[in-house]
């Protein structure tokens, strides 16, 4: 099944204590990218990455580092989390070049206390 | 002025009825176009996609693009109570390295 897939699910952590949130994707995927949803905000892209090794920042990416050694994974580091960072996370990819719609993993909500 | 703005609702509308859901954007040389369902707590999931001026059917979804005046919409006919949900309109922006959300509008289909 094609599919996008973000670990953990859910995560509660304290501040300051470094964390990482997977993302893989098995559709061969050029592009992936990282969004934080928050009430009222809509989706924000944090990290993209236009393919391996290539990335680049998105409108809110202080706090966050990302890298992407591998096509298939994509994932987001928290070097010290911060209560502001408490939202809900999405990975999506989609195939490079115009007209590739967004797929998304199942979401990870983060609260940072 | 955001780059992708919605009317964030709620929107409600009775079963069966007409729901119309709006967005303009500010790129001009924006080239793809989504609309995507969100329940709460879920991921997004695409509805529709549209590229050129025009209407595109899907089922009882209709999605409308009007390039000169930077507008898009999703009409959603015979609406039904599973319906209600969030819809994000999203573009891509000029080069399609960044696909832009406007903040989304909530729709409640009341049966």
């Known amino acids: 099944e094609a599919q996008v897939t973000q670990n953990p699910r859910y995560l509660i952590t304290v501040t300051g204590k470094k964390l990482t949130v997977t993302c893989s994707q098995n559709m061969n995927h050029e592009y992936m990218s990282w969004y934080r949803q928050d009430p009222g905000l809509g989706l924000r892209q944090i990290y993209y990455?236009?393919?391996?090794?290539?990335?680049d920042k998105g409108d809110v990416p202080e706090g966050y580092k990302v890298s992407r050694k591998e096509k298939r994974n994509f994932p987001l580091i928290l070097e010290s989390p911060s209560p502001n960072q408490t939202s809900l996370y999405f990975c999506?990819?989609?195939?490079?070049?115009?007209?590739?719609?967004?797929?998304f993993g199942n979401g990870t909500r983060l609260t940072v206390t | 002025q955001k780059e992708v703005e919605q009317n964030s609702g709620p929107l409600s509308v009775p079963e069966g009825a007409i729901a119309s859901l709006n967005c303009t954007y500010s790129d001009r040389g924006s080239q793809s176009f989504f609309w995507y369902r969100q329940y709460s707590g879920k991921s997004p999931e695409l509805i529709m996609s549209i590229y050129s001026n025009g209407d595109k059917e899907d089922g009882r979804f209709t999605a409308q693009l009007n390039k000169a005046s930077q507008y898009v919409s999703l009409l959603i006919r015979d609406s039904q109570p599973s319906d209600s949900a969030t819809y994000l309109c999203a573009v891509d922006n000029t080069g399609g390295f960044k696909t832009i959300f406007g903040a989304g509008t909530r729709l409640f289909v009341k049966a």
């Open positions: 999506a990819s989609r195939r490079s070049g115009a007209n590739s719609p967004l797929h």
């Open positions: 990455s236009m393919n391996v090794e290539v990335t």
